[in-house]
């Protein structure tokens, strides 16, 4: 009788158990669910970007807002 009352004690313990971790893991869902969507969405632009120079075709790679590459840049002036 005693061993019965235990065993049913323990799956008790062992359902509330359960259905804690899966509302535990609903809510951090939910609350994680919105950051992930809105760092998606919102990504940092690379600094470095690759351009073909206009004048000799060449290609270069520059942060600068230019279309010519340095030497050509540079016989330009």
């Not at 158990?17 to 950051?35: M, S, V, Y």
């Not at 000799?56 to 050509?72: A, E, M, Y």
Request: include cysteine; hydrophobic fraction near 30%; charge should be positive.
């Amino acid at each position: 009788m005693a061993r019965d009352d235990e065993e049913a004690l323990e799956r008790k313990y062992a359902e509330e158990a359960l259905n804690r971790k899966a509302k535990a893991g609903i809510h951090a869902d939910a609350c994680t669910t919105p950051l992930k969507l809105f760092k998606h969405y919102v990504r940092k632009k690379p600094l470095i970007k690759q351009v073909t120079c206009k004048k000799c075709g060449k290609i270069f790679k520059t942060n600068r807002d230019t279309q010519l590459c340095f030497s050509c840049e540079r016989k330009k002036n």
